[in-house]
């Protein structure tokens, strides 16, 4: 038996940023904290976010770093109590979102970020949490309707907050906003929806629409990637994309798979998560393909492979036209850590969904096989 449950407000177009004044309203926050990070904020796209609002009407936190963290989270949830706050707006990628998350959590309900880990059934206690309104500005990591914040503890451990509670309440995708993303980021971000489309499609849960979903988002972004990363202001090729991360974010509550297992402890060495889907994709792919055959068959076919035609070749193939790593070593990964990611990865709950069950061996073999 499968559950779905879809549940933002989202506007999607060319120009939607314009919408903030008036979501702000609809969600009756009068003094927001906007969330983003200091790449965001160098390319000019806060500065035509606050545009949008009144002077003095807002704070900011811009110093999300990369993988977001327990002291940052911290470090704004200090304004937000500070400046008498009364809701989140997220302008970036995956990290500024999970950061508004955490810090809407935080601000609601207290203690600590480990106290609201899944693995720990901690995730449980989440209630509702201050409004937040998410504005991505990278077409990947599906974060804005996503029900996961991941965060990196104090003690460099990974934690995962996983409710229904922490999908923002509103989404505000405007494509206009991606067409300056560099080419390498276009590329990995986009590959991290491809990954979420491909992982929640073979994943051994039930879920008739997210798997609809998960196909459409595959067949956007095999469709326009190479489009959008050699044309970088290909308008309909960012559109389609954006479309796809949003799909990849809608399909995540069907479960992923080996790769998101194994990127999530490697994301803790400061590894971009995209790129190291990538690296991974392939490889995870060889796994599971005799257990999950008839799926990724299905997924040739939207991609419009012939059923001769190897999808794991595929998956090599893009990586090389994107530009991506051909392994980790090269993404400065060291051989000594692999046992310890396998460990990891075995004992996250995002590899009980992963369509053939993997052990800390296996999980050492596919590494070593990335390596």
């Known amino acids: 038996m499968g559950l779905s449950n879809y549940l933002a407000r989202i506007q999607f177009d060319f120009g939607a940023l314009a919408l903030l004044p008036s979501e702000l ?5 009068k003094r927001p904290l906007v969330v983003t990070d200091p790449g ?8 035509r976010l606050m545009d949008t609002l009144a002077k003095g009407s807002f704070s900011t936190y811009a110093d999300t770093p990369p993988n977001p963290t327990e002291q940052a989270a911290l470090q704004a949830l200090s304004i937000y109590t500070d400046d008498d706050c009364d809701g989140v707006v997220a302008l970036g990628g995956g990290s500024p979102i999970d950061l508004a998350k955490a810090v809407a959590l935080l601000a609601t309900h207290g203690g600590n970020l480990k106290d609201y880990n899944v693995q720990t059934g901690g995730s449980e206690k989440i209630g509702k949490i201050a409004p937040v309104i998410a504005i991505p500005t990278t077409a990947g990591a599906g974060a804005e309707v996503g029900r996961a914040c991941v965060m990196t503890l104090e003690d ?3 934690c995962d907050a996983v409710n229904l509670n922490l999908i923002p309440q509103t989404v505000i995708c405007d494509p206009e906003l991606t067409l ?3 080419a390498g980021i276009t590329a990995a971000t986009a590959i991290d929806a491809l990954s979420h489309g491909v992982e929640t499609y073979v994943s051994n849960q039930e879920n008739p629409p997210a798997e609809g979903l998960a196909l ?7 469709g326009n990637l190479e489009a959008a990363f050699h044309e970088p202001g290909n308008r309909q090729a960012r559109w389609e994309l954006m479309a796809a991360a949003l799909e990849g ?3 995540l509550q069907k479960g992923l ?8 402890p490697l994301g803790e060495l400061k590894l971009h998560h995209g790129t190291l889907n990538a690296v991974l994709m392939p490889h995870v792919y060889e796994f599971n393909r005799d257990v999950a055959a008839e799926k990724y068959q299905i997924i040739k076919q939207v991609i419009g492979l012939s059923s001769q035609q190897d999808l794991g070749e595929w998956f090599w193939q893009l990586n090389q036209k994107m530009k991506m790593p051909e392994n980790l070593s090269s993404m400065g990964v060291s051989k000594d850590v692999l046992p310890e990611m396998a460990e990891k990865a075995a004992r996250t709950h995002l590899s009980m969904t992963n369509p053939r069950p993997a052990s800390v061996e296996e ?4 590494l070593e096989q990335a390596f």
Do not use: F
């Open 257 to 264: 798979g080996g790769v998101h297992a194994l990127s999530s």
């Open 25 to 29: 309203t609809h969600l009756g926050i």
């Open 156 to 158: 460099g451990r990974k």
């Open 249 to 251: 974010g809608m399909v």
């Open 40 to 47: 965001v904020k160098s390319a000019g796209l806060l500065d």
């Open 363 to 366: 999980y050492i073999s596919i």
């Open 180 to 182: 300056s993303l560099p």
């Open 216 to 222: 459409d988002c595959i067949r956007r972004v095999a």
